[in-house]
């Protein structure tokens, strides 16, 4: 479940609720609409690749230690004016297990997702509501001998609709911007599909509440130059209620060659509490270092995060125009 909302993002790129001015922002907050740096019409796809690994990539190549659980994710973002489309495909690979007699299983996943977005701004302010829905279907307790097995399990066989998995919610989301700063909000699922009704419930609510707020300058001076050097500093607090809330301070440094190629590396460091009220009791903290080359309508990336007992790695690219 936690890897088919991923997926609903449709991004393994970081992103946090208070940043705003470019197309994949949306995903985070659907408020970043209205605060396009390019109010034209745009058009995004991308493709993603993750996977986390304990052991060393390569460290026991019978035991497939290089595919523990591969995700593979294509999106497709359409935007003009103040609303906003976005279509996904994913599959991901997870539950693996080693029998004993040595053969390696896994369950293979397959996600659908829509997601319509829109978005009003007055002045400093902008308001955002996403509606999105998607299906979860399985493969489950296949066994992988070969390589192939898992591009012929996970692209070439029937998957079976996974019963009580349809996804639908609503989610609201606010930007306020003042000079370099913003503060941003947002609810993802105010409402949302159970037992085939739409529901709501205030713990609901407010386990997938955050908040967050930043600095970040404009990529032009009151002169019109490029700036070369624009850090920004966040801070947000994710999924406030829930047991997996979430501590995040960070760093992002853009390097601004040219309007459409530029560089950018990020640093952050988050803690994930215990479930209680104190943030500042986790009990389980991680770091984040994301590159990013933007060269006309390509960008190229990567993203690792490192935990005690993991380390992940995700590859993304994007044609954006």
Known sequence: MLFFFLIVSGLFAWSDVSSYGKIEDIATNPASIAKRERRAAGFMVGLDYHDSFEDGIFSDVDSFSYANEPANNIFATFVGGNLSFTANMGIYLDD?????DGSIYYDFNNTTTFSFDMAWEYDQFSLGASISGGNLATRLNRKVE?????VGNALFAEYEPESGMENFQLGVGGLYTEGPYSVGILFSRLLYLEDDELTSSDSEVL???SFGASMYFSKYTDYGDLRLVRPRLFVEFSDVGSESATLTLGLTSNLQFLPKNEMSITFAYVRLSDGGSNYFDSYETYHLL????LLGSFKFGLLLDDMADRLGLSLFLRYIA
């Open 290 to 293: 994301e590159l990013t080359y």
């Open 146 to 150: 070969r390589p192939f097995d898992l």
């Open 207 to 209: 386990d997938n509440l």
């Open 96 to 100: 693996k297990y080693t029998s004993s």
